[in-house]
Each structure stands twice: as structure tokens, then as C-alpha cells.
């Protein structure tokens, strides 16, 4: 089976710049998370979507949204880019939602504004 | 607050040679305790999940324990390999499915040298 895969793994763009990132969950799994991880603050969550509901929301400013597909697909999208969004943005699947579920990380996206 | 404090921040330790990273927790209420490991560029791997109920669990080289009365919890390690340098992440969640819901720690980083 497949694993989590997210598109592209590297980017790099200017200030006030828009980008979109790509989540392709494992097979089956439902649920989807995205996390912006940077070295002083470890792993920050920014939103959950449940069959193509955001169900949940972190604490980060309206230029981060996102969306889910049918297909349990998922995008996320910085809008109006600032320096302080570099960072490693993660994905994560887990089958359904359960609190004891395991999560599936991808690889990540390095994004880097300059 | 809910708060996942990690130590010690980083680590150096010979291969072959044991080692315990630490986890306390203030998380209220409590539904389970997970460690993950991270490689460099990676993103982040589940190792255990422990519930309420569960003191110790392992996989392979890695021993969880959990004392969820004192919330803390530890990571063993034992007989370390060049290939278990990485992050070690502890992660708790409170009750309900959603990943929301989990609190993550930042982390200790293991370096282990030949």
C-alpha cells in the first residue's frame, strides 16, 4: 500500500507570493491533517478535514486554507506569503476518526519565502 | 494550558549504548501518549501509542512507559544504532478523534556517533 505523498517536496518563493501544496493520503483513510513544522516551535497544527469538512482548525492566520476531495485528496494554500512562512509543512492521514488511530505522515514540502 | 515538555533537548551517545528521553505532560483529560521518530527531512514515524491503561509497550529496540498519574512518560532505547539518530517526538491526546486534539512536544534530538 501506498504511503502518504505530497507534492511538490521543494519550493521556493517571494514575499507576497501565493502557493499551493498537495496531499495524497494512504488508500482508505479519511482524515486528513496539516502541520507547519520549523525548528523553534516543532510541529504546529493547522487544520483536520473529514470527508471534505474541515473539522477542525489551528490557531494560524485566515492566508492558510485548505480543502479536501472526494477522493480524500487535500490541498492546502498560503496566500500573500511572508518571510515567517518557511517552513517544513506536513500531512497526515489516519483511516477514520478515532483517537486512538495511528497517523501516516508524508515527506513534507519545503517551502522557503524569499 | 496543555503543555508537552520534552527532555533533554538534544542528546549525544555512543553506539551500543542505552539511553532514556523523557516526556511530561499536563493534558487534561488524557486518552493516549504516542512517541514518534523523525529522521532528518522526514516526516515523522509512529513507534508506540499508549493508552490510559497501559504502563509499557514496545517495538523492537524502543520501550515506552507510562505513569499516567505523574503524567510523564519515557523512551528507551537500547543498544543504539548510527540509524536511530533522529528526532524523537512525544505527542499527547486528549479525547475525541480529532487530530486536533493531539499536542505535540518539540522534540529531542539523538545523535548517536560510531
Known amino acids: 500500500k501506498a504511503g502518504v505523498t505530497q507534492t511538490p517536496r521543494y519550493l521556493i518563493k517571494t514575499r507576497g507570493q501565493q502557493v499551493t501544496l498537495s496531499c495524497s493520503p494512504i488508500s482508505g483513510h479519511r482524515s486528513v491533517s496539516w502541520y507547519q513544522q520549523t525548528p523553534g516551535q516543532g510541529l504546529q497544527f493547522l487544520f483536520e478535514y473529514f470527508s471534505e469538512t474541515q473539522r477542525n482548525k489551528g490557531n494560524f492566520p485566515g492566508r492558510f486554507s485548505g480543502r479536501q476531495f472526494s477522493n480524500s485528496r487535500s490541498e492546502m494554500n498560503v496566500s500573500t506569503l511572508e518571510l515567517g512562512d518557511s517552513a517544513l509543512y506536513l500531512c497526515?492521514?489516519?483511516?477514520?476518526?478515532?483517537?486512538?488511530?495511528?497517523?501516516?505522515f508524508g515527506p513534507g514540502t519545503r517551502l522557503t519565502v524569499l | 494550558k496543555n503543555q508537552v515538555e520534552q527532555s533533554p533537548q538534544s542528546l549525544i551517545i555512543l553506539e551500543g549504548k542505552n539511553c532514556t528521553l523523557q516526556c511530561n505532560y499536563t493534558v487534561s483529560p488524557f486518552s493516549n501518549l504516542r512517541w514518534y521518530k523523525q529522521d532528518t527531512g522526514r516526516g515523522p514515524v509512529s513507534l508506540t501509542i499508549m493508552t490510559f491503561s497501559e504502563n509499557t509497550k514496545s517495538n523492537g529496540r524502543y520501550t515506552a512507559t507510562l505513569d499516567a498519574d505523574t503524567k510523564q512518560s519515557s523512551l528507551h532505547i537500547t543498544a543504539s544504532q548510527l540509524s536511530d539518530s533522529a528526532s524523537y517526538i512525544c505527542v499527547v491526546s486528549g479525547y475525541g478523534g480529532s487530530q486536533g486534539n493531539l499536542i505535540f512536544g518539540k522534540g529531542t534530538k539523538l545523535s548517536v556517533k560510531p
Open positions: 497526515a492521514s489516519i483511516l477514520d476518526y478515532s483517537s486512538t488511530d495511528t497517523q501516516y
